[in-house]
């Protein structure tokens, strides 16, 4: 069984009958979907999110957060090590026994595609893509030689067409995606799915690359989506203290006044209004008074009568009260909410930076936890990242060149005066 595409596959038996195999009906996503899937919206495409917005919802939460963003990049370094690089299977026989082995492998015209395709910057774009959203999309361009070009595709801008409209098997292009202000449907650029029978068959092409997920036909997810309350939450702490510092994280004063302090003036009953006007000057001045970064260890002077026993008559009353806020309020929460987010990232705490002084930051320590992030969380990564590389590959006659990433492994200094050394990670 061949995939032409996501949803259509060519089926052939030994006696040379064929059939095409057509998946309908492909529901919504469950996680992070929309039941506009199933139709009576008028749109060609499937709606990433509520809104159809999923990606730009996540965006805006990660932009003022201080921990989202370079546990990302960290992720990324981890995948991309030192870039890419190819290999070629050689078979060797000896004694009559076949075995299989990779050697490093490069040609001019491998080199030229390198460049003339931005190689580094298509599989760095489709790495923050796939980190950031899930989901990367490659559109693959082929030249008048049959050359093909890689591009990575924003997933802010990019949806695939509804399998049961117009555009199934298609993808759409519109920047306004999950922008109703700008979004115009008919504007938006359709793009055919890539064939995996025929890569060629289209000049153009969108390759959709994503983790298979239960429940979820359309769209994959990061799992650091899944953090989302506690990244809402991160992002409110220092939000607090930064009012806090300003304004004053409790009440700090009780000031008591007589209910008709201001009832009277010269002897005289004030009107309602003017009374009125009084409590509202009193309070804008207490706020100018005691409240502020400005205001910090100034005195306040009031003055008052006494009465014929000699006794203060009834007046302003400012009484202090404790504050119990402390230097380190909040500083627990603030430490579950970045070790949650950056286990969510998919990224050891200790790595993140986020968990120091626990007995486990060693640089000996550190280094044993680099090596088996690098080797043993990104063996998925690479596969779904190099697919359209290997496409690409085919396509251009290379089929026992095989793609893969170099590592970074850190060494000892006597073992090699940098302290790290490149590794080929097959997986």
């Keep these: 069984m061949e995939w032409i595409n996501e949803n259509v596959a060519l089926i052939t038996s030994r006696n040379g009958n064929a059939a095409i ?106 790495i923050n893509e796939r980190l950031t959203n899930g989901n990367h999309f490659t559109k693959f361009t082929f030249e008048l030689d049959g050359t093909p070009i890689l591009t990575h595709l924003d997933c802010f801008a990019t949806r695939k067409g509804r399998p049961d409209g117009r555009a199934a098997g298609q993808f759409l292009y519109n920047p306004y995606f999950g922008d109703y202000s700008y979004f115009r449907p008919t504007e938006s650029e ?46 409110l702490i220092p939000i607090f203290h930064k009012s806090g510092i300003t304004n004053g994280y409790n009440i700090k004063y009780l000031v008591k006044v007589p209910k008709d302090y201001f009832d009277q003036e010269g002897g005289k009953t004030l009107p309602v209004e003017k009374i009125r006007a009084k409590w509202s000057e009193f ?35 400012v009484v202090p009260l404790k504050n119990e806020m402390s230097d380190d ?67 251009m006659g290379y089929n026992d060149v095989i793609p893969s990433f170099s590592g970074v492994q850190i060494t000892t200094l006597d073992t090699n005066p940098t302290g790290a050394q490149a590794v080929v990670n097959h997986n």
């Design 190 to 235: 359709v793009i055919p799915g890539f064939n995996f029978v025929e890569p060629a068959a289209n000049v153009t092409s969108v390759f959709h690359s994503r983790e298979p997920l239960s429940g979820n036909p359309h769209y994959a997810y990061p799992s650091w989506w899944g953090a989302q309350e506690w990244i809402e939450l991160a992002n």
């Design 329 to 395: 309020a909040y500083s627990k929460v603030w430490e579950m909410a970045n070790v949650s987010i950056a286990n969510a990232a998919g990224i050891l705490p200790t790595l993140a930076g986020v968990n120091p002084g626990k007995g486990n930051d060693s640089g000996s320590q550190i280094r044993v936890m680099a090596e088996f992030q690098q080797h043993f969380r990104t063996p998925v990564h690479h596969q779904i990242l190099l697919e359209p590389i290997q496409y690409a590959l085919r396509t």
């Design 21 to 126: 195999l057509q998946q309908t009906g492909s529901g919504r996503d469950h996680a992070y979907g929309s039941t506009q899937v199933f139709g009576g919206d008028g749109r060609d495409h499937v709606s990433w999110g509520a809104g159809d917005n999923q990606p730009n919802v996540m965006g805006q939460l990660i932009q003022k957060n201080n921990q989202v963003r370079p546990l990302l990049e960290s992720n990324r370094d981890m995948i991309y090590g030192t870039g890419i690089s190819f290999n070629k299977r050689v078979f060797d026989t000896v004694d009559g026994k076949t075995s299989r082995r990779l050697e490093p492998y490069t040609d001019s015209r491998l080199e030229e595609w390198m460049f003339r395709s931005r190689l580094a910057h298509y599989i760095i774009g489709a």
């Design 283 to 317: 309070s804008d001045n207490l706020s100018k008074w005691l409240a502020g970064t400005k205001n910090v260890n100034k005195s306040l002077i009031l003055k008052y009568l006494r009465g014929d026993d000699n006794k203060p008559l009834d007046n302003i009353d």
